[in-house]
């Protein structure tokens, strides 16, 4: 059981360009989500998503895109990297639907190491 | 704006003593989380706490919520070595939102 994986683990880009973080779950979890955690700060909440084509932002959407157009795949774009943007992402799932998903905790991919020059 | 804040932030203690640590949240919710990252890792589950006065306990930890105080403590029993880590509890999410919000942490270094 893969559980949830992201790809790439770790990135260097400059600044101005764009990419992809990849998460993939097989667990059929309706709710995803994407973090950025940086020294001091905790997790920060970027975007989330309820459902295969329902997304919605979180406290730090400005300069990420997602989609979610199966229940397994949700992707996070950056639309033009900036140094701001060097973080850990992590990738998260959970089961059950509706407010049922709260009752249960999140499943955490390994993260993506992302540095921006 | 919710806000969730853990107290302390760095704790350094000897093996064997106990300890406890400290989450407080700005707004009504009934659900409380807790989570470990190992330095380098993901984040692992430790509690789910899902209504007032729930208190659940694996091996030397164990964690409570009271929600009427907007408060989840965790509690370390007889520390050991192997319990130096980070960890997080987490809110949410509050009624009609999707959204968790996380503390910013608690790292533990227990000394042999």
């Known amino acids: 059981n893969a559980g949830v994986t992201q790809t790439p683990k770790f990135q260097v880009l400059k600044t101005g360009q764009s990419m992809t973080l990849q998460c993939a779950q097989d667990?059929?979890?309706?709710?995803m989500s994407w973090y950025r955690q940086d020294p001091g700060m905790g997790l920060r909440l970027i975007h989330y998503s309820v459902g295969a084509g329902i997304t919605d932002q979180g406290e730090v959407p400005n300069g990420y895109n997602v989609s979610r157009s199966t229940t397994e795949d949700f992707p996070l774009r950056l639309l033009s990297a900036a140094p701001s943007q060097t973080s850990v992402y992590f990738c998260?799932?959970?089961?059950?639907?509706?407010?049922?998903?709260?009752?249960?905790?999140?499943?955490f991919g390994d993260g993506t190491r992302l540095s921006i020059l | 704006e919710l806000k969730v804040e853990q107290n302390p932030l760095f704790l350094s203690m000897q093996e064997g003593k106990n300890y406890t640590i400290y989450c407080n949240y700005s707004t009504t919710s009934d659900r409380l989380y807790w989570y470990r990252q190992d330095p380098g890792k993901s984040l692992e589950s430790l509690f789910v706490?899902?209504?007032?006065?729930a208190v659940k306990q694996e091996g030397r930890l164990m964690a409570s919520l009271d929600t009427k105080a907007r408060l989840s403590t965790l509690h370390i029993t007889a520390a050991v070595h192997d319990l130096s880590a980070t960890y997080f509890c987490?809110?949410?999410?509050?009624?009609?939102?999707?959204?968790?919000?996380f503390g910013t942490g608690t790292r533990l270094k227990v000394l042999a």
């Open positions: 987490a809110v949410g999410p509050p009624s009609g939102t999707y959204k968790y919000i």
């Open positions: 998260a799932s959970s089961s059950g639907t509706g407010r049922d998903y709260s009752n249960q905790p999140q499943h």
């Open positions: 667990m059929n979890h309706e709710y």
């Open positions: 706490l899902l209504s007032n006065g």
